[in-house]
């Protein structure tokens, strides 16, 4: 039996087991709401991953903190109203001494790809660190799980790291770059600089997310965001989940939650049954191996309706979802649920190549054969360089891995295999493009943007990104536009944004060791 | 070519054209505005949006106060967005140095009708209970405001073009008399034109005596009532005004939306508005010194915009020599959210000969040699 700790909520003991994130505890009562938005919605996390800002709560008196992100600790005071205080405490301020570090390499991302490269040139003899926001190790596919432990062949690959030079740097937002080769990091002991002959950027990907009516209630989140909380101690047994959207990542979603004792009433997909049967098509001529991942799905999955040429138009509730309204183009029909988990596709996490002056194309990271960006000394891997799933990011990781240590030849085997890796990444994209319905779905009144809850009214008649911003308010809150900014880019075809520093939101005292 | 015809064309659509542009309309003249990009998108999106009476010289005095009470008289027209809120200043003084100097700028408002207020140690630290103790005291203003600058100059321009007046989505490229050639290939025939484009008036205008001063400031997420007056260390006159290279001054504001809006740093000769850590730093650490709550607050964001200095720190505004029917209002550096109401009363003063409260002669760019013999 787990152990279990007290921590208080909204002035109330609750006890919740150990090694679960804030936000899993207070999901522990079903759509809770983690905040009230600026314009008085109540609100609940969304993504799971620290990037909507959405599960923001306070935390023994320090506002704004991301719920999904800290584990919980005996004794902690957790507020989910009146979201605005801050120590208040005059002490003088202490400049924090700041913590220098310096590597042959830098991975940013602990997700297989950044697993891949570190194991590979920590072996190879380089002086290796792996950092991620994260407090473990494994990123999103091979994200911890409290429940049960890691598959053995994601095991492998950490224990493998552990057993390596490789030094984990946990918990750390990489957010700003004062110079080539120098990155800056929030970690909860205090700023950190890092200094790198070689940056190898595994920064991973997202969820994109398509606004419709009802999107902001409490109980509607990612797919992977779903997956993502249960992963981190949030109770799913016994509650209808519908889930939506598109890409593979709904199935193994699915399949997750209904090995926790979810209800899974039905798996939404909004691409059409002729480009699914084209995608298996090809599965079975050059990727046998996907194809039994698939069957698996097929089998475990037995009883759930999966419905391709199928999506959400609205989710309904009094203050937390109820039911979510489906069509399948020509009928709709509304059904109750506690849960909707529906992702739209991946969005490469691209705000720190941007900061870092790498080239950009349609979305993802340019590179060349072996991971080079178009800045010298930064490599990019994994999602970055387009979404490509497991095999993919294991390969772009050993490749970048042997690059940064001069072993050519080793990089060279491996590039043929990268080459038909690639190819599975274009049918992807394509099997699983965004259909043109998707963009009628928000109404006038549908928010576009969370943190500042702009509506969709307000923008459609926005020339450009940065006119909406300065006029609107889009995208200027904590989030930064990680999620409206993937949805005005669908909505409205507008580019993203620039990028500054901080890329990530930072405690102001970590602005004081810029230099 | 298809050619346009107005009264006044006005060249920039921030906050100072804006203005320009919506007095203009509203004095009955038939109003063209050129901008080519976002309105209120250039030095306007940067400023602070601090609506304050500044006393380095009379004629600061003059034009600040004159456009702070249009500001006043215009707030119950303004529309949420542009997030006017009374704050008031609050003026700090860490020494009796600097107290003697808040009590100099009291005598200077008080006698000239402003309403201010000194206060010892105790009087600031009950204010503004995040400032650190053991400061020596402070002036208080109450009757200043914060508005959000871009949606203050797209309200201003929406005014204007709700009085006929039209919006060209072009620059201007070339210009024969009064006749401007607009970077979409047509052309706007103007009665006078007013060069409202901030720095830029020197692509056409060399001689303008205004110079570039980068600013930087830092934006953290909602922690309403954190501060509640606009809080301006009195070291901030110095820094304004000294002739460093490089120098910052604790400026905070807290806007309507519960963020903390922080400042100032002030820079010449540097040509590329990126985010310089070291000033980042600076900065910070010199809030710190008056407020270290502020360490633990969530910055959201950075960002840098140019002020168009000038070397007496007073505007640039009306005809310009050589120039027949041309009229400048730009170098209004830290100060063009306040002035810009003014510098539009003196514009429609200049241009349609109407009378205006304030001194036509004082903000001519002809006080320095080079505009007046350029």
Request: with cysteine.
């Given at each position: 039996?787990?152990?279990?700790?007290?921590?208080?909520?909204?002035?109330?003991?609750?006890?919740?087991?150990?090694?679960?994130?804030?936000?899993?505890?207070?999901?522990?009562?079903?759509?809770?709401?983690?905040?009230?938005?600026?314009?008085?919605?109540?609100?609940?996390?969304?993504?799971?991953?620290?990037?909507?800002?959405?599960?923001?709560?306070?935390?023994?008196?320090?506002?704004?903190?991301?719920?999904?992100?800290?584990?919980?600790?005996?004794?902690?005071?957790?507020?989910?109203?009146?979201?605005?205080?801050?120590?208040?405490?005059?002490?003088?301020?202490?400049?924090?001494?700041?913590?220098?570090?310096?590597?042959?390499?830098?991975?940013?991302?602990?997700?297989?790809?950044?697993?891949?490269?570190?194991?590979?040139?920590?072996?190879?003899?380089?002086?290796?660190?792996?950092?991620?926001?994260?407090?473990?190790?494994?990123?999103?596919?091979?994200?911890?799980?409290?429940?049960?432990?890691?598959?053995?062949?994601?095991?492998?690959?950490?224990?493998?790291?552990?057993?390596?030079?490789?030094?984990?740097?946990?918990?750390?937002?990489?957010?700003?770059?004062?110079?080539?080769?120098?990155?800056?990091?929030?970690?909860?002991?205090?700023?950190?600089?890092?200094?790198?002959?070689?940056?190898?950027?595994?920064?991973?990907?997202?969820?994109?997310?398509?606004?419709?009516?009802?999107?902001?209630?409490?109980?509607?989140?990612?797919?992977?965001g779903l997956q993502a909380l249960v992963k981190a101690g949030m109770p799913i047994a016994g509650q209808r989940v519908i889930v939506a959207g598109t890409g593979p990542l709904l199935l193994a979603v699915a399949d997750y939650l209904r090995s926790r004792g979810a209800n899974v009433r039905l798996i939404a997909e909004q691409t059409s049954r002729g480009k699914l049967a084209r995608f298996a098509g090809g599965l079975l001529l050059r990727e046998p191996a996907k194809i039994a991942e698939a069957a698996g799905f097929a089998w475990r999955l037995r009883g759930i309706p999966f419905r391709p040429n199928c999506w959400p138009t609205s989710a309904d509730g009094e203050g937390h979802l109820q039911s979510v309204t489906l069509t399948?183009?020509?009928?709709?029909?509304?059904?109750?649920?506690?849960?909707?988990?529906?992702?739209?596709?991946?969005?490469?996490?691209?705000?720190?190549?941007?900061?870092?002056?790498?080239?950009?194309?349609?979305?993802?990271?340019?590179?060349?054969?072996?991971?080079?960006?178009?800045?010298?000394?930064?490599?990019?891997?994994?999602?970055?360089?387009?979404?490509?799933?497991?095999?993919?990011?294991?390969?772009?990781?050993?490749?970048?891995?042997?690059?940064?240590?001069?072993?050519?030849?080793?990089?060279?085997?491996?590039?043929?295999?990268?080459?038909?890796?690639?190819?599975?990444?274009?049918?992807?994209?394509?099997?699983?493009?965004?259909?043109?319905?998707?963009?009628?779905?928000?109404?006038?009144?549908?928010?576009?943007?969370?943190?500042?809850?702009?509506?969709?009214?307000?923008?459609?008649?926005?020339?450009?990104?940065?006119?909406?911003?300065?006029?609107?308010?889009?995208?200027?809150?904590?989030?930064?536009?990680?999620?409206?900014?993937?949805?005005?880019?669908?909505?409205?075809?507008?580019?993203a944004g620039s990028v500054r520093s901080p890329i990530f939101p930072v405690a102001m005292k970590s602005l004081a060791g810029g230099e | 070519m298809s050619a346009a015809t107005c009264d006044v064309a006005v060249l920039g659509a921030g906050i100072v054209g804006a203005a320009c542009a919506r007095a203009l309309a509203m004095a009955g003249l038939r109003v063209a505005i050129v901008e080519r990009a976002t309105i209120g998108g250039g030095a306007t999106a940067a400023g602070m949006g601090h609506v304050v009476v500044m006393d380095d010289s009379d004629a600061q005095f003059a034009l600040t106060r004159r456009s702070q009470q249009l500001w006043n008289e215009l707030a119950p027209q303004l529309p949420d967005a542009v997030e006017y809120v009374q704050t008031g200043t609050l003026w700090i003084a860490v020494d009796d140095e600097e107290l003697t100097a808040a009590r100099a700028k009291y005598a200077y408002y008080t006698s000239r009708g402003i309403v201010a207020e000194m206060l010892d140690a105790d009087g600031v630290a009950r204010i503004e209970p995040n400032l650190r103790p053991g400061l020596a005291g402070g002036l208080r203003v109450p009757g200043e405001s914060v508005i959000y600058p871009p949606c203050a100059a797209l309200w201003l321009v929406n005014q204007a073009l709700e009085r006929n007046a039209t919006l060209h989505r072009a620059e201007a490229k070339r210009f024969d008399r009064t006749t401007i050639e607009l970077s979409d290939g047509s052309a706007l025939i103007a009665g006078a034109i007013v060069h409202a484009t901030g720095i830029g008036a020197t692509r056409f205008m060399p001689s303008l005596p205004i110079r570039p001063r980068i600013g930087h400031l830092v934006i953290t997420d909602r922690y309403p009532g954190f501060a509640r007056h606009q809080i301006v260390e009195l070291g901030y006159i110095k820094s304004a005004h000294g002739a460093d290279k490089e120098s910052v001054a604790f400026n905070l504001q807290p806007r309507k939306t519960g963020q903390m809006l922080l400042g100032s740093s002030r820079q010449y000769d540097v040509t590329d508005g990126t985010v310089q850590p070291h000033m980042v730093t600076r900065m910070v650490a010199r809030a710190f010194e008056y407020m270290p709550a502020l360490a633990a607050l969530s910055v959201i964001r950075t960002w840098t915009g140019f002020r168009a200095a000038t070397p007496d720190s007073l505007p640039l505004i009306g005809p310009m020599p050589g120039w027949p029917g041309h009229f400048v209002a730009t170098g209004h550096e830290g100060l063009g959210i306040t002035t810009s109401l003014g510098t539009a009363e003196l514009i429609v003063a200049h241009v349609t000969g109407q009378r205006s409260s304030l001194d036509l002669n004082a903000y001519l760019p002809t006080r320095f040699a080079e505009v007046a013999h350029g």
């Open positions: 039996m787990d152990k279990r700790i007290a921590l208080t909520v909204n002035d109330e003991q609750v006890n919740a087991p150990e090694h679960c994130t804030v936000a899993a505890v207070l999901l522990a009562s079903p759509g809770v709401a983690t905040r009230v938005s600026v314009t008085g919605e109540p609100r609940g996390p969304l993504c799971g991953m620290g990037v909507c800002f959405e599960c923001r709560v306070t935390i023994d008196g320090e506002a704004h903190q991301r719920s999904c992100q800290i584990s919980t600790s005996d004794g902690i005071v957790v507020a989910t109203r009146g979201n605005d205080s801050y120590p208040r405490e005059h002490e003088q301020y202490l400049s924090e001494e700041i913590v220098n570090k310096a590597y042959d390499v830098l991975v940013i991302g602990a997700g297989p790809a950044g697993i891949a490269t570190a194991v590979t040139a920590a072996q190879a003899g380089q002086r290796v660190a792996v950092l991620s926001d994260d407090p473990h190790i494994g990123g999103q596919i091979w994200r911890h799980d409290h429940a049960k432990p890691l598959g053995r062949f994601a095991a492998d690959w950490r224990d493998r790291l552990s057993r390596s030079s490789a030094e984990w740097i946990a918990s750390a937002s990489v957010f700003a770059s004062p110079k080539p080769g120098v990155l800056l990091a929030e970690t909860p002991t205090g700023p950190m600089r890092i200094r790198a002959d070689q940056i190898v950027l595994a920064c991973g990907a997202r969820e994109r997310f398509v606004p419709f009516p009802g999107w902001t209630l409490p109980g509607v989140f990612g797919a992977g399948d183009g020509s009928r709709r029909w509304t059904e109750p649920c506690d849960a909707l988990a529906c992702g739209f596709g991946l969005v490469a996490n691209t705000e720190l190549p941007c900061l870092l002056g790498c080239a950009i194309e349609h979305g993802f990271v340019r590179v060349d054969a072996d991971q080079r960006t178009s800045v010298p000394n930064v490599f990019a891997i994994g999602e970055l360089a387009g979404i490509g799933g497991l095999d993919k990011a294991l390969l772009e990781g050993e490749i970048a891995g042997h690059v940064v240590a001069g072993r050519h030849d080793l990089a060279a085997a491996l590039q043929r295999r990268r080459a038909k890796a690639r190819g599975f990444v274009d049918r992807l994209a394509d099997t699983f493009a965004l259909r043109d319905d998707l963009r009628q779905l928000p109404d006038a009144k549908t928010i576009v943007c969370r943190c500042e809850d702009v509506t969709f009214e307000q923008l459609r008649t926005q020339p450009d990104i940065r006119t909406a911003k300065l006029h609107t308010r889009i995208g200027m809150g904590p989030c930064q536009g990680r999620i409206c900014g993937s949805a005005a880019e669908f909505l409205f075809g507008w580019d | -």
